[in-house]
Structures are given as C-alpha cells and as structure tokens.
C-alpha cells in the first residue's frame, strides 16, 4: 500500500506554500502529491493557484513524485488545451505527471467565472469525447477529429508527451452508469474518495465487471482513494488536528463527535495509528493500490512528518 498526499488548491494555496508543499513531499519521500483543480468550493474565495501553472513548478522543484490534478473538470478548459499542456508538463517532469480528468460537479464556481455547466449527461459526453481528443493529439500527427463538441483538424501536438498515447490518464468518481466504465475504457487508475471499506469493495467489483464486458484486464488499472482523514500518533495530536479541519468549516464542538460523525456519514478514515495501519491493509487486501490522506493545514509539517515516519513504516 501506497501513502501519498493531496491538497485543495483552492484554500489559501500561495507559491511560497506550493513550493514548500512539494520539497516536504520529496524530503519524506512520498510517491504522490496530488492537488484539487476548483477556483472554490463551498466556502469563502481564498488565495489559489491555477493547477496546469502549478504542475510546471513541480515537475521544476521535484525528481521523484508523480503529481497532477485530483482532478480536473472537462467544463474548465478546451480538450486540445489540456492535451498541449499534459504533454510538456510530462516531458518537463521526464514521465512523472498524471492527467486526472472528471466531469466537473460544483456550478457555483462555474456560475461565478461565466463557465457553462450544462446537465450531467452532457458533462460526461464531453468527458468522453475530450478523452478522445487528447489521446488523438497525443499520438501520431497531423491529426484530426470531429465529434459532437470537439474536432482536430490537421492538429499536430508538439512536443509529443514521452509516452505518447499510453501517458497515464486517471479517471476520478464512483458513478456505476458513466464514471466507472468510462475508467474501464481509458484510465491506467481509477480514483475514489471517502468510500467505507464495503463501498470500495462494491464499487471495485463494479470496476472490474466495467473492463470484463470491453475485454480489459482489471489488473491493468490501478486503483487509488483519497481520504480526508483524521488520523495520528496520539489522541492529543488526534483532537488538536480535527480541532483544526472543524475550524476550516466553522464548526466548534466536540472533536470525539466530529470524527464519529465524519466516519459513519463520510467514510473519513480516522483514528491512531494501528488502527489505521490494520484499516489500509483491509483496503490493500480488496485491490487499493494508493491512498492519498488530505493535507489540511499548510503551516505545519505534523501530518506529513507523521505520515512518512510513524504510518508508513506499518503498512509498507
């Protein structure tokens, strides 16, 4: 099992933090540094960073993490955009960026900057087709394409990324009528959030049926879950960090009760130590291959320092 990191780019993200986010993640050795792709959600608009500007600093200030968006909505840019942009930031990291892409789900965001939102349907359509379009761009050209909503004409993407048309592709969501088999169809990992150990086990299964009825290997796509977890070394560290993830969404109370609640309604993955260790390696046991704890609090190195240090050594 796997232990990687994720942060919400939205909340407060400034470069000096980026840059001290990404030399953490390569000092304590994680395999994976993901980050959110919103301009906000849900609360107050805070300082935050564009994703793809983002990724060229990390494929710059990095040599070892993968990285890339966790993940980023077909509605926000044109396909043969994230297509150019996918490539170079792929030859700049030499392999390391991982193209996460969704169907987008938070209108507000969208309604504040004047991006369409259309209906559900519709998002993952475009979805599929600018999956399409990537992957066209990123193969031999000139190329050309016409679809529903996008078309290439004569399009030649250069620099080519190293891998061509085999660069990874992650496909985020746990829909059973498009997500999931739309992951069977493209993705080289599939990703998940929250999902109690049963959820995983189901969705997993589903996943694996996805890639049966196409002729896929299900073994051919790795499977990964971020979690915003709550977890620690001790029950002081414990309460003083969920004390801390309940003042982000202006809650006061009793942290006992927030992490119960959290757990049972959320499938966050809270605890200490051992009890964390014997939950990931359930998790590992039904197929998860990575899990990617939220770093909530940019100031400060605990969960990141705890991780590598305490948690990592228990379940690798």
């Not at 200490?272 to 940019?298: H, M, P, R, V």
Request: proline share 5%; hydrophobic share 40%; with cysteine.
């Amino acid at each position: 099992m796997r232990i990687g990191l994720m942060v919400e780019g939205q909340h407060g993200l400034t470069w000096e933090k980026w840059i001290h986010i990404l030399k953490t993640a390569e000092r304590l050795n994680f395999p994976s540094l993901f980050r959110s792709d919103h301009y906000y959600i849900f609360r107050r608009q805070q300082e935050s960073l564009d994703a793809f500007l983002s990724f060229a600093i990390a494929a710059r200030e990095t040599e070892s993490i993968r990285f890339g968006p966790l993940v980023s909505p077909v509605t926000f840019r044109s396909p043969a955009d994230i297509g150019r942009m996918s490539a170079q930031i792929d030859l700049l990291s030499h392999g390391r960026f991982v193209l996460g892409l969704g169907a987008g789900w938070y209108k507000a965001e969208h309604d504040s900057y004047g991006i369409p939102f259309p209906p559900v349907r519709e998002r993952f359509d475009r979805l599929d087709e600018a999956i399409e379009v990537i992957k066209t761009l990123w193969g031999q050209g000139p190329a050309s394409y016409e679809g529903q909503y996008y078309s290439l004409k004569e399009a030649d993407c250069l620099p080519k990324p190293s891998n061509g048309t085999e660069t990874p592709l992650l496909i985020g969501g746990t829909g059973e009528k498009r997500s999931i088999p739309m992951a069977a169809k493209y993705a080289d990992e599939w990703n998940c959030v929250n999902l109690p150990l049963k959820v995983f086990a189901k969705k997993s299964k589903v996943l694996d049926k996805a890639c049966e009825v196409i002729g896929r290997d299900p073994e051919t796509i790795s499977r990964s879950m971020m979690s915003m977890g709550l977890v620690a070394s001790n029950l002081r560290s414990l309460d003083r960090l969920t004390k801390f993830q309940m003042g982000l969404n202006g809650l006061t109370g009793d942290p006992v009760a927030y992490r119960n609640e959290m757990s049972e309604k959320h499938g966050f993955m809270v605890g200490l130590t051992t009890e964390i260790a014997d939950k990931l390696g359930e998790f590992s046991d039904l197929g998860l291959d990575e899990i990617q704890f939220q770093w909530f609090n940019y100031a400060s190195d605990e969960v990141p320092e705890y991780l590598a240090s305490d948690l990592r050594p228990q379940v690798t």
